[in-house]
């Protein structure tokens, strides 16, 4: 169905290695945001994107980079400065018309890191 | 500082009873609440929103939220719960002074048993 495709849905992956998360949208949505779920801990934010070429820290940004090259797409890279990247990572886009808009949300990466 | 607090981490209830899953926010002027629910391995979907004006909010699948301004709450509810109605379900208010930034709850596992 049309909408947010996170791929990969599972994602395994050595220490010390960086991973790209893939988020590609086609509900022509203007801002796009990552956020990352842990156990107990509701979503926290860690980069969103308001237009192409332009991206703002979240919350918890550190170990974590982003790019907005196309309005469809915004790939989150884990990097190995994150301390704890195992995690359930879910991209979400906006509309942007209006305070109360909702986020639509992605079916999440889940990243184990060992 | 805005936020949401949902007091209960797991909430269980018999198939063909009421249900009430809380929350309880905190945010200066008016609150642009909304409820998610997310199954398990699956992203966040959108339950529904406040509307301001409406005290009693219906949105998808039956549920309702409880709009209590004096009590600064926003309920979620559902007359008759289903078993397939078991998922994790989050509130969350988006900020007035930051377009893109939303809080969320810790969220609130809904056991409904047969």
């Known amino acids: 169905d049309g909408g947010i495709t996170q791929s990969p849905k599972y994602l395994f992956r050595k220490e010390g290695q960086n991973v790209t998360l893939s988020c590609e949208q086609n509900?022509?949505?203007?801002?796009m945001y990552w956020y990352r779920q842990d156990p107990g801990q509701g979503l926290r934010l860690i980069y969103y994107s308001q237009i192409v070429n332009d991206f703002q820290k979240g919350d918890i940004a550190e170990g974590y980079s982003v790019s907005r090259e196309k309005k469809e797409s915004f790939p989150l890279t884990v990097t190995s400065a994150q301390k704890n990247p195992t995690a359930f990572y879910l991209c979400?886009?906006?509309?942007?018309?209006?305070?109360?808009?909702?986020?639509?949300f992605g079916n999440g990466t889940r990243l184990t890191v060992t | 500082a805005q936020s949401v607090a949902q007091p209960e981490d797991q909430v269980n209830v018999a198939e063909g009873n009421p249900l009430t899953v809380k929350c309880t926010y905190s945010v200066s002027g008016n609150p642009y609440l909304f409820w998610y629910v997310q199954y398990p391995n699956r992203g966040l979907q959108f339950l529904l929103k406040y509307i301001t004006g409406d005290n009693l909010v219906k949105g998808s699948y039956g549920f309702e939220a409880e709009f209590n301004k004096s009590q600064t709450s926003f309920h979620l509810k559902k007359p008759s719960a289903l078993v397939s109605d078991s998922a994790l379900y989050f509130c969350a208010v988006r900020d007035r002074r930051n377009f893109n930034k939303f809080y969320f709850g810790s969220g609130t596992k809904l056991n409904v048993k047969p």
């Open positions: 979400a886009t906006d509309a942007g018309t209006a305070f109360n808009s909702p986020l639509h």
């Open positions: 509900l022509n949505h203007d801002a």
